[in-house]
C-alpha cells in the first residue's frame, strides 16, 4: 500500500481526532491536509502509520487551539451584518448561528463546496482597526475573532438583527417556520431540502419583541419540513 493510501485509508480518523480537538469542521480538515503535507514530505516510514499520524494530527490541532473569544456586543453584532451583502449575511447566520459545516452550507445555498469555501471565507467576521474584539472590516487590532452571541436584547437591536439575517435567509431558499420554542413563541428554521437548521425565541414585552435567542430546532421539530 502506498503513502497516500495509507493516509486516505486513515483520513476520517485522523479528521475525527482534528474535530474533537478543535470543534470545528473548516478547522479540522485543515489540520488533516496539514497533517497529510507533512507525512508527504517525511524521509522516512514510521513502524505504525496509524500511530504516527494520531500523534501528528494531535499535535497540530492542538497548536491550532485557541480560547474562544467573548461575543461581541449587540451594536457590533449588528454593524456587522449590515457591512455584509444579502448572501454574505446569509453564509454568515448559516455558519456563526446554525453551527453549519462548508458541505451544509453548499447544501443550503446550491452551489459546489469550492464555491461554499469561498462565501464562507467572504463572510468571515473582523475586528475593526482601533477596537480589539469588535467585528466589522478587516483589521489590525489582532487577537481572535469574537463569535456570535447566542442572545440579542432591545427592541431596536433585535428589529435591525432580523431584518438583516431573516430576508437573507429566505432569499436562499431558508423556510422560518412559527413554532413553540422553550415553552414561547419562536421560530424554526429549515433549508431548501426539508432540514431543520436551528431555532430563535422570542422574548415578548408589551407587545414587542424585545429579546431573540438563538437555539437548537426543538426535538419535535423533525429533521424534514414537512408542510406544505
Known sequence: MSRTEEFEELRPLLFSIAYRILGSESRARDAVEETRRG???ASAVP????AFL???VTRISRA???PDP???TPAAAVLLLERLSPLERAVFALREIFGCGTAQIAA???CSEAVGRRLTAAATPFSTPGTPGVPGVPGTSGGPVPSWPDRIAGADQVAR???AIVPALLRIGVTMRPREVDGGPGAVFHDRHGTALGALALGILDGRIQTVRWTAAPRNSGDRDTAA
Open 161 to 163: 438583527v432580523l431584518a
Open 39 to 41: 507525512y508527504e514530505r
Open 54 to 56: 494520531s500523534a501528528e
Open 70 to 72: 467573548a461575543p461581541p
Open 108 to 110: 443550503a445555498v446550491g
Open 47 to 50: 513502524a505504525s502509520p496509524r
Open 64 to 66: 491550532a487551539r485557541r
